[in-house]
């Protein structure tokens, strides 16, 4: 069974592994989503936390992308969410 520290803990591998984000910043995001798992996460980069706390993150997942999730459209929910996240970080 797959647990949210298990997926908290792939997608950082997954981020610091790409590299995501500006070499030297540390300033990427991550979106991992499961949806056999039903388990999703934003993971930021150290050098983005000043503009993107884990607390918005969540904010944003809550708001913008489980709602389209739980009708059945990830589509829609995966768009909405990446807007947010955009307008965000704009």
């Known amino acids: 069974m797959v647990t949210r520290n298990d ?3 792939f997608t ?3 981020l610091n592994t790409w590299g995501v984000g500006k070499k030297g910043k540390n300033n990427g ?3 991992g989503i499961s949806a056999g798992y039903r388990m999703m996460r934003i993971q930021n980069g ?6 993107l ?4 993150t ?3 997942i809550d708001s913008y992308f489980l709602p389209s999730f ?3 459209d990830m589509y829609d929910g ?3 969410g990446l807007m947010a996240l955009m307008e965000k970080l704009k």
Do not use: A
């Open 29 to 31: 995001v991550l979106i």
């Open 70 to 72: 739980k009708e059945g």
């Open 7 to 9: 997926f908290e803990d």
């Open 53 to 56: 706390s884990d607390d918005e």
């Open 46 to 51: 150290y050098g983005i936390q000043k503009i």
């Open 78 to 80: 995966t768009l909405k």
């Open 58 to 60: 969540k904010q944003i």
């Open 12 to 14: 950082l591998r997954i």
